[in-house]
């Protein structure tokens, strides 16, 4: 038989080829036995928990706040709301990429998972499609110009390819989508125009500005979310996902609404305006497609 003899140690740094233990006490005695000449070990890597981080971070709720400009707004919104709720229990992320499209996060489906665990996110608020919409009917940044309905087919085949790209690793995330208000500040650009190109724009093409320019933009964008984020809902909630869909178009002009006959404001009154006709109020819009920080504060109250 091989000689054997003890060794005593004190834990705590390790001497040259003893054994690493972690242990909870300084002063803790450790006895190891060992042979006289031990086997080569192959080394490990020991991988440490922060578990402190872990329960931290079980303390909340998290909302991830994804995708386009809106998504820096609708943080901004949801922080204010959360605050005036006095929910301290949630918390919000945000990871924005201005001017970003679907097409994009399609291409790259790891971006979006990537995101939700690096924050710990158990909610997705996404704010995705705008942008492909606006660059589909102008035919900018590469994309080829196609008409509205096409676009919104185009769109709806990204969002489901991002959201396929989520769930695959994220089975348990609720997805929330809203889309996007009505555009804003049409009514100060026209007469900008009138002034500055009098010759071509008359008070006949300010009516047909009004109710096709401005109607027809509006109708479109709000299919965007009752038809291409509606449906997608739908088919993600049968596969037994979580997504929804929470319409909030016409939200400004009800509030703007509601402000001026001094009545309680109420989203759910489509009586209040919601009306394709009607542009998002100055005051709640930050240019034509961004709503300003009290804007948002509304959409996400």
Not at 113 to 142: F, I, Q, T
Not at 185 to 190: G, I, R, T
Not at 226 to 255: C, E, H, K, M
């Amino acid at each position: 038989p091989m000689p054997v003899r003890k060794r005593t140690l004190m834990a705590g740094a390790p001497k040259r080829g003893a054994s690493r233990l972690s242990l909870s006490s300084s002063t803790t005695n450790v006895t190891i036995t060992s042979t006289t000449t031990p086997p080569p070990k192959t080394p490990t890597t020991t991988r440490t928990t922060n578990t402190k981080a872990m329960s931290y971070s079980k303390q909340f709720t998290t909302i991830l706040s994804f995708g386009d400009s809106w998504s820096y707004g609708n943080d901004y919104g949801l922080r204010i709301a959360l605050r005036l709720h006095n929910r301290p229990d949630i918390r919000v992320e945000r990871d924005h990429h201005f001017g970003s499209q679907a097409s994009y996060f399609a291409k790259n489906p790891s971006l979006l998972p990537e995101s939700v665990a690096r924050h710990s996110a158990d909610y997705v608020l996404l704010s995705l499609g705008g942008n492909d919409y606006k660059n589909l009917l102008s035919g900018w940044r590469g994309r080829a110009r196609v008409w509205p309905w096409q676009a919104l087919a185009l769109i709806k085949d990204d969002l489901r390819t991002v959201l396929d790209g989520l769930f695959a690793r994220h089975p348990n995330t609720r997805v929330v989508m809203y889309g996007y208000d009505f555009i804003g500040n049409a009514d100060d650009l026209f007469p900008h125009l009138v002034r500055n190109y009098p010759t071509v724009f008359s008070s006949a093409l300010g009516f047909g500005y009004r109710w096709f320019g401005v109607r027809t933009i509006n109708y479109y964008m709000k299919q965007l979310g009752d038809v291409v984020i509606s449906q997608l809902a739908q088919d993600f909630t049968s596969r037994g996902y979580r997504v929804d869909y929470v319409p909030l178009w016409g939200t400004l002009q009800n509030a703007a609404d509601a402000k001026s006959s001094n009545s309680p404001f109420d989203a759910s009154r489509e009586d209040l305006g919601h009306s394709l006709s009607r542009c998002s109020p100055a005051e709640y819009m930050q240019d034509l497609i961004h709503a300003n920080e009290k804007g948002y504060e509304i959409l996400m109250d």
